[in-house]
T-cell receptor, first 119, second 117 residues
Framework: AQTVTQSQPEMSVQEAETVTLSCTYD???????LFWYKQPPSRQMILVIR??????QNATENRFSVNFQKAAKSFSLKISDSQLGDAAMYFC????????????????FGRGTSLIVHP | GAVVSQHPSRVICKSGTSVKIECRSL??????MFWYRQFPKKSLMLMAT?????????EQGVEKDKFLINHASLTLSTLTVTSAHPEDSSFYIC?????????????FGQGTRLTVV
C-alpha cells in the first residue's frame, strides 16, 4: 500500500516570502500522480497542482511550483511571494496511474500541513 | 474546474435521529463519488466509494448500516447517517471524479459540518 508523509504539522511564512512544504511518499509503483490540495478555513478542498510521475519537468502553477524527486520519492511544494490568502491546510496526495498493477484511482492523503502567513 | 455541490453545509441533529447529506456534480456526470470524514486538524479518511446504479464500496471499519450511501443518478449521491450519536459529529466531504480516463482529478464539495447533540 502507498503511504504519504507530511512531516511538518505547521509552517509559518512572512507575507511576500517563499515557503516550502515537504511531502514524501512510499510506493513500489512507477506510474502514479501526485497532488497538492489546499483547504482554506472555508474547508473547501482546492487542487493546487498536479504532477505526473512520468514527467521529469516539475509542475508549475503561477506562484506554486513543485520539486519532484522521483528517486527520493519526494514531492515538495514551493509557494513564492506568499499572500495572506495562502493561509490554509495543505494536503499532499498520491494516486496510482492507469498502468499501475492493481492500482486505484482513489487518492491517498497525507496528514496535512497548516500554513500560517504573517502580514 | 468542475463543480461539486454539497448540502447542507452545516447541520445539527439530535441523538437517535438520521440526517442526509447530498453531493451533486453540477456540470458533469459522475459515475463515481467518494465520501470522506475529516476529524479536526486531521487528514481525510475515505469512508466509501459510491457507484452509480450499484452498491457502495465501504472501507474497512466503516459501518455500512450506519452510513447509508445512495447513488441513484449520475449527478447525485447521498450519505445518510442513521441513528446519529455524538461521536458521529464530524466534517464530511464528498468528491466526484470527472470521467474520461485516469488523467483526471477529483473535485470536492464544500463539506458538511455535522453536530449531533
Amino acid at each position: 500500500a502507498q503511504t504519504v508523509t507530511q512531516s511538518q504539522p505547521e509552517m509559518s511564512v512572512q507575507e511576500a516570502e517563499t515557503v516550502t512544504l515537504s511531502c514524501t511518499y512510499d510506493t513500489s509503483e512507477s506510474d502514479y500522480y501526485l497532488f497538492w490540495y489546499k483547504q482554506p478555513p472555508s474547508r473547501q478542498m482546492i487542487l493546487v497542482i498536479r504532477q505526473e510521475a512520468y514527467k521529469q519537468q516539475n509542475a508549475t502553477e503561477n506562484r506554486f511550483s513543485v520539486n519532484f524527486q522521483k528517486a527520493a520519492k519526494s514531492f515538495s511544494l514551493k509557494i513564492s511571494d506568499s499572500q495572506l490568502g495562502d493561509a490554509a491546510m495543505y494536503f499532499c496526495a498520491y494516486r496510482s496511474g492507469p498502468h499501475a498493477s492493481g492500482g486505484s484511482y482513489i487518492p491517498t492523503f497525507g496528514r496535512g500541513t497548516s500554513l500560517i502567513v504573517h502580514p | 474546474g468542475a463543480v461539486v455541490s454539497q448540502h447542507p453545509s452545516r447541520v445539527i441533529c439530535k441523538s437517535g435521529t438520521s440526517v442526509k447529506i447530498e453531493c451533486r456534480s453540477l456540470d458533469f456526470q459522475a459515475t463515481t463519488m467518494f465520501w470522506y470524514r475529516q476529524f479536526p486538524k486531521k487528514s481525510l479518511m475515505l469512508m466509501a466509494t459510491s457507484n452509480e446504479g450499484s452498491k457502495a464500496t465501504y472501507e474497512q471499519g466503516v459501518e455500512k448500516d450506519k452510513f447509508l450511501i445512495n447513488h441513484a443518478s449520475l449527478t447525485l449521491s447521498t450519505l445518510t447517517v442513521t441513528s446519529a450519536h455524538p461521536e458521529d459529529s464530524s466534517f464530511y466531504i464528498c468528491s466526484a471524479r470527472v470521467p474520461g480516463g485516469w488523467n483526471t482529478e477529483a473535485f470536492f464539495g464544500q463539506g458538511t459540518r455535522l453536530t449531533v447533540v
